[in-house]
């Protein structure tokens, strides 16, 4: 661990700390008050979980439970690349440390980079029931994990999870929410315009207006504006 956050520090920026505090919003009472960041770069991230992959269960959790921003996404990166090469044993050990660990999995970059990777890829041909629970939990990045982990389900053309959860969470309160709603919709249209448009038109009226402009983002401007006017 010593020569890992060795490495970290000398990756790290400390005006790319103060930008990165700001674009994630750290102050007080915004979403990621008190996260600390260091300024290592998500592509110097990647090479060093490449580098470490091979770290015990214990040191990945060590990373995973810091105060430090980077170190916690350097853990998932890691679970991400074991889970990939792991056997059905291993991948169940990683899925289950993963949601055993949700409170650290606390911003959306942290979400959206491992959520679909190992919760998505794990309940794939599995019951979907945690993900519905997660949907209705009271922490707003267990609801953006169960959005964002059907992503693997997008990329296979299956669309009925992400629509199921997505009208669980058209009412929430969270701008962060709407945002992985609205892209997880304008996902399912670029591989079914149809399939999004049907979802569309029975809630773009009632959905808040940043989860509709995201899942219409993509679609031709006049038909864009036509959804923005309500004109359906």
């Known amino acids: 661990m010593k020569n890992i956050k060795e ?7 400390p005006e790319t700390a103060e930008i990165l505090q700001k674009f994630f919003k750290t102050g007080p009472g915004e979403y990621g008050e008190g996260d600390i960041f260091i300024g290592v770069r998500v592509p110097d991230l990647r090479k060093l979980a490449k580098e470490f992959q091979n770290i ?6 060590a990373f995973l439970a810091s105060s430090i921003h980077e170190e916690r996404f350097l853990a998932l990166l890691i ?11 291993e991948k169940k050990k990683i899925y289950d440390l993963y949601l055993e660990n949700t409170s650290y999995i606390n911003s959306w970059d942290l979400v959206d980079g491992s959520a679909h990777h190992i919760v998505g890829a794990f309940l794939m041909d599995k019951n979907k029931a945690p993900l519905y629970r997660l949907a209705k939990s009271e922490n707003l990045w267990e609801r953006r994990i169960a959005m964002v982990s059907t992503f693997h389900f997008i990329k296979h053309d299956q669309f009925q999870e992400t629509l199921e959860i997505a009208k669980i969470l058209l009412t929430d309160p969270e701008d962060l929410i709407h945002k992985a709603v609205g892209w997880m919709l304008r996902e399912i249209g670029k591989r079914d315009m149809a399939a999004e448009e049907i979802f569309l038109k029975k809630h773009a009226m009632n959905m808040p207006r940043t989860m509709l402009r995201y ?14 006017k309500g004109n359906i």
């Open 7 to 13: 490495k970290l520090q000398q990756l790290a920026s």
């Open 56 to 61: 015990t269960t214990s040191e990945i959790l």
């Open 79 to 89: 679970l991400v690349l074991n889970y990939g090469r792991g056997d059905d044993i």
């Open 215 to 228: 899942a219409i983002e993509k679609f031709p401007e006049p038909k864009r504006q036509r959804y923005l």
